[in-house]
């Protein structure tokens, strides 16, 4: 029902900058809550932030008040900003997709992101 397309990963210093987006191709209309999770290797994947159709927003402790995402409901695009950036931010990024009021829940493939010098 629902292909997600992430883009802008890649290798940062420490203290960088990053923009991912993801694009959804949605088949069924419907209200859903799109975000981002990110899982380094050996670690369990963790909440980085996520933004409902009125733009609520909700985020992962270790990134508050570095990382801010924001959507285009035209366009059916996230959009995660990621200021400040750590080592500790290492890991892949996953595009998270859920409809609020029908089942589904879909995932990205997930992009590289990496903070070294």
């Known amino acids: 029902q629902v292909q997600l397309v992430e883009s802008g990963g890649g290798l940062v210093q420490p203290g960088g900058s990053l923009r991912l987006s993801c694009a959804a191709s949605?088949?069924?209309?419907?209200?859903?809550?799109m975000g981002w999770y990110r899982q380094a290797p050996g670690l369990q994947r963790e909440l980085v932030a996520t933004?409902?159709?009125?733009?609520?927003?909700n985020y992962g402790d270790s990134v508050k008040g570095r990382f801010t995402i924001s959507r285009n409901n035209v366009k059916d695009t996230v959009y995660l900003q990621m200021n400040s950036l750590k080592p500790e931010d290492t890991a892949v990024y996953y595009c998270?997709?859920?409809?609020?009021?029908?089942?589904?829940?879909?995932w990205g493939q997930g992009t590289q992101v990496a903070v070294s010098s």
């Open positions: 998270n997709f859920r409809y609020f009021f029908m089942s589904g829940e879909y």
């Open positions: 933004i409902t159709s009125i733009g609520t927003t």
């Open positions: 949605i088949s069924v209309s419907s209200t859903y809550t």
